[in-house]
C-alpha cells in the first residue's frame, strides 16, 4: 500500500499512545505504526523530495505535533510524548477517523491555526486550508521548492541551446570546475575546446593534482539525439589515447540505443542530458542568482538543558 497522509495515521497514533499506557518515542510510534498498516519496506524507503527524511516518519511526526497542538498528546521528553486526558476521552467517543476538521474542536488547534505560517497576515484563515490537505507542511514546502527548481532548470535549458557553441564550452568548464574538476578556472579553460582529436573537444584533470584527466565530448544540441555512432566516435577517441574515463555532455538527450552501449562496454563514461545539465547547473549556482533564502529551524533542545 502508498504511505497514508499524515491526518490518516492521527488515530492509530493515538490508540497506539492510548495503548503504550506511557511515554513512547516516536521511534517507536513509527516501528508499530508500519507494521499496523502493513507498510512494506519499499514504503518505508520513500523520501522526502530532498531525501532527509523518510515520508512516513514525517507524516508520524506531524500527525504527533497537530495532536499536541489539540492537546490530545503532551511531550514529555526530547522525542517522546504520551496521550492526555483528552485523547483519551476522545477515543471514548469511537471515533472513525481523526482529523484537522476534528481537532478545531479544541480552542488551542484553532489559536495554533491563526498562527503563521497557517494564515494571512491579520489572522484570517487560508481558503484552501489543512482541512483538506495532505501533505504536510513540510512536504508542501519541499515540493514547493522542487516546482519553483523544476522552472528555473527549463528556463536554464532553453537559454543553453541558445548560446553559441564557444560559449557552452565556456560553461562546461565553469561547471566543471565548481564540481571539483580541473584544477583552476584558468587550467581548465586551457584545456576544454583545443584538443581536436577526433570525437573529443577537451580534456581536464579530474582532480586537483591532476592525477587523472578525464576526456570530455559538449554538443550543443537542440532536440536532435545523441546516437549509438556518437558515442562510438568518442569511446575510439578514447582508445586512442589510451584513456577510459570521459564525459558526454548534451543539451538534448541519448538515445536508448546509445545509454545501452555506454552500459556495456569497458570505459568509464558519464552521460550528462540537458535535463541532468540544468540541475547540475541550478546545485552549483553557475548561470543562477540566490534571490531569498528561507532558513528551515528547529528547537535546540540542549540550549534549554539546566546544569546544576
Known amino acids: ?42 514504503d518505508l524507503r520513500e523520501l522526502l523530495p530532498s531525501g532527509a527524511q523518510s515520508t512516513f516518519t ?25 496521550i492526555t486526558q483528552r485523547g483519551r476521552d476522545l477515543l ?17 488547534f484553532i489559536e495554533f491555526q491563526r498562527a503563521k505560517p497557517f494564515s494571512r497576515p491579520g489572522g484570517q484563515p487560508r481558503k484552501n486550508d489543512a482541512d483538506t490537505e495532505p501533505e504536510t507542511p513540510t512536504e508542501a514546502l519541499e515540493h514547493a521548492y522542487a516546482s519553483l527548481s523544476q522552472e528555473l532548470q527549463s528556463e536554464v535549458l532553453a537559454k543553453l541551446k541558445k548560446v553559441s557553441p564557444g560559449y557552452f564550452e565556456q560553461v562546461v568548464v565553469d561547471l566543471l570546475v565548481k564540481m571539483g574538476y ?15 582529436d577526433g570525437g573529443i573537444d577537451g580534456i581536464i584533470k579530474e582532480d586537483r593534482l591532476g592525477l587523472d584527466v578525464v576526456y570530455i565530448q559538449a554538443k550543443r544540441w537542440d532536440s536532435a539525439k545523441v546516437s549509438r555512432p556518437n558515442l562510438m566516435e568518442f569511446v575510439g ?29 569497458g570505459s568509464k563514461i558519464v552521460l550528462i542530458d540537458g535535463d541532468s545539465l540544468a540541475q547540475l547547473m541550478v546545485e552549483h549556482d553557475i548561470g543562477v542568482t540566490v534571490v531569498s533564502v528561507y532558513p528551515v529551524k528547529k528547537m535546540d533542545t540542549d540550549y534549554f538543558e539546566e546544569t546544576s
Open 237 to 265: 577517441a578514447l582508445s586512442a589515447q589510451k584513456a577510459n574515463k570521459g564525459i558526454y555532455i548534451t543539451t538534448s538527450s541519448f538515445t536508448n540505443d546509445a545509454i545501452n552501449y555506454v552500459s556495456n562496454i
Open 182 to 196: 580541473g584544477g583552476s578556472r584558468r587550467d581548465a579553460g586551457a584545456a576544454v575546446g583545443r584538443s581536436g
Open 92 to 108: 471514548a467517543e469511537n471515533p472513525s477517523v481523526i482529523n484537522v476538521k476534528t481537532l478545531k474542536r479544541y480552542p488551542e
Open 58 to 82: 514525517n507524516r508520524v511526526g506531524w500527525a504527533s505535533t497537530y495532536m499536541k497542538k489539540a492537546g490530545l498528546l503532551e511531550p514529555t521528553q526530547r522525542g517522546y510524548s504520551r
Open 1 to 42: 500500500m502508498s504511505v497514508p497522509d499524515y491526518q490518516s495515521l492521527m488515530l492509530p497514533l493515538l490508540r497506539f499512545a492510548y495503548a503504550s499506557k506511557g511515554e513512547v518515542s516516536t521511534t517507536q510510534a513509527v516501528e508499530a505504526l508500519a507494521r499496523e498498516l502493513g507498510l512494506s519496506d519499499e
